[in-house]
Structures are given as structure tokens and as C-alpha cells.
């Protein structure tokens, strides 16, 4: 028979999940009528009602609302989740909450991977994805797989992971600004990437990085009982956990799911940060409750976040790394300092 104390905990996620959802279906639909074109929450209430109807809708409305606005608010969502997740197993696997998905190198390495794509002007697309994003995946993998070699090779600790993690983060950064400081041209365009946008969304970035989503969420859900052994620095073998075989999964994980939301988005920083230590706070630190949490309340802080990225100087648009960034970082920098005084 099963504690009463899990019994509470599961319907505490549970109601924090329907909580969550419901918000983030109104802030989704808050979105679709938040724009420098004009059309507000009232056109989107005449557009539905006239598809529910069978009625005749405004061509220019619809092309606005359900073509442009949507994909890219799905879009935003789904990778704000993405980063969360991959952010969750990456403190759990380093035991670390100052941990993020980019720890590894993934966002230099794709960086690296779309700037080539730009410099060599590829403009031809696989499976109707753009050659941008297919050269920043492989970017992304390439390098924490490069990270995870060299690791291997040496100690094979946590520490040298990181270290090489960091090295090579640093080297791809350092050879990127010398391949741009040599090609003026490209400049520009590789550094607005860098910042992030979701200006060029569409349904099959969406239908891409929700399948990766998903697959991911999914499986990290199957690691998550082991995963709280490894992050509590118990003896996960005495509890039966394969430690080593349970980072490497929550590794690969993490890399796939960030690079297919840097891939689409470019570079978007502290989503993985401030999602999961908030959700941390309020929930504790079982991975069974932290991971779908912390998906949800990614994709509601980046919805938001893109949200206000094109509306605050419209019709210029702010880069949505920067928005993040601006509320993301002096967040994190209160609950530390909270958490700290806490502590004290």
C-alpha cells in the first residue's frame, strides 16, 4: 500500500499540471492577438466563430493569426519545454542547479553549425527542414559528442566532462568569432541567430521539435526514479541503479532535445535555468514531478517571453535571448541570493 505522503504529492502534480496547462492555453491564445499587424483578441473570436460557423473569414486575418502567429507562439512553447527538460537532467546528472543545457557545448556547436550553413550560402533544405537548421543540430551534437570523447578519454569523472564541456564551448566560440571577424558580410545575420528569434517559424518546426519533445519527455520520465538516486549522491548501486548508464542516457537526452530547439530558435539562454530551480522550490527535487513541471513552465516562460520580445518596440522586434536574459537573469540572481539567506 502506498504512502499517504505519495498519494498527496501525485495529486499536488497533478492539479500543478492542470493548473499549468490552463494558463499556458490562455497565454497561447493571449498571443495569437498580440502583434505589430493589427489584429487583436477580438479578431481572433470572429476567425474562430467564423470557422465554427462555416462562415466567410478575412483572408489577411487568417494568414496573420493561424499562419505566422501561431506556428511560431507552438514554436516558442515547445522549445521553452525542450530547454526546461533538458535542463532538469542536466542538474540531475551534474547534481548541480546552476547547471544548463548548453553546459556541454551543444549551443557553440550549433552556432558554429549555422554560421558555416550562412557563410557557405546553403540555401537547399532536407526533408523541407532549412540547411541552417539541419548544420546547427549537427553542430549541437557534434560537439557534446566531441566533449564526450575527450572526456572519456581522460578520467572519465563528472569533473573532466564538465572541464572538457567547457573547453571545448570555449574553443568553438573563439574559432566561430575568427571565422566572422574574416567574413564582415556574414556578420550580422550569424549574430541575430545567436540571439534568437522564432521570426521564422512554421508547422513543421513545430511538428519537429514536439516529436523530439515528446520522445524525450518520455523517456526522461523512464529515467526519472533512477535519475533521483544519481542526483541524491547516494550509492545508487546498493539501490540497483547503473549510475555511469543512467548519466549517459540523461546526457543524450538532454543534448537531442537542446539541439533540436537551438536547431529552430538559435541561441535562447536561461530558460533551462530559471524553469526548473523555480519549479525546484516549490516541488523539491524528485525528478518524477520536477521534469513534466518543468516542461510546462518553460514553455509558458518563453511563450510569454517571445510574446513581449515582438510587441515592447514594435514593429521593430527585440531578439527573445535578450528578453530572457533581461528577466531571467536578475530572477535567478533573487533566488540565489534567497536561497542563500535561507540557508545562513
Partial sequence: M??????RRRGFVARACVVLLLVSALALFFCLGVGSAGYALNNVWQSLAAHLSGGEADATAELVLWRI?????????????????????????????????????????????????????????????????????????????????????????????????VAVSSFLSALLSGVLSINHEAMESVYMWTLGSFASANMRDVLLVGAVLACGLLLSMGLARDLNAVSAGSNARLLGVNAPRVRLAALLLSTLMTAAAVSVSGVIGFVGLTAPHVIRRLTGADHRSLLPLS???????????????RT????????????TSLFGGPFFLILIRRSRGGRA
Fill in 2 to 7: 502506498r504512502p499517504a505522503s505519495y498519494i
Fill in 295 to 309: 516542461a510546462l513552465a518553460g514553455g509558458l516562460f518563453l511563450l510569454l517571453a517571445d510574446a513581449l520580445s
Fill in 312 to 323: 515592447l518596440f514594435a514593429p521593430a522586434e527585440l531578439p527573445v535571448g535578450v528578453t
Fill in 69 to 165: 502567429r501561431l506556428p511560431r507562439s507552438l514554436l516558442a512553447y515547445l522549445v521553452g519545454a525542450a530547454l526546461a527538460v533538458s535542463g532538469v537532467l542536466m542538474q540531475g546528472v551534474f547534481r548541480n542547479p546552476m547547471a544548463e543545457p548548453g553546459l556541454l557545448g551543444v549551443s557553440s556547436g550549433a552556432a558554429l553549425g549555422a554560421a558555416a550553413a550562412m557563410l557557405l550560402g546553403l540555401q537547399s533544405s532536407a526533408l523541407g527542414f532549412s540547411a541552417v537548421s539541419v548544420c546547427a543540430f549537427a553542430g549541437g551534437a557534434a560537439a557534446v559528442a566531441l566533449v564526450m570523447f575527450i572526456a572519456r578519454a581522460g578520467r572519465g569523472s563528472l569533473t573532466s566532462l564538465l572541464l572538457c564541456g
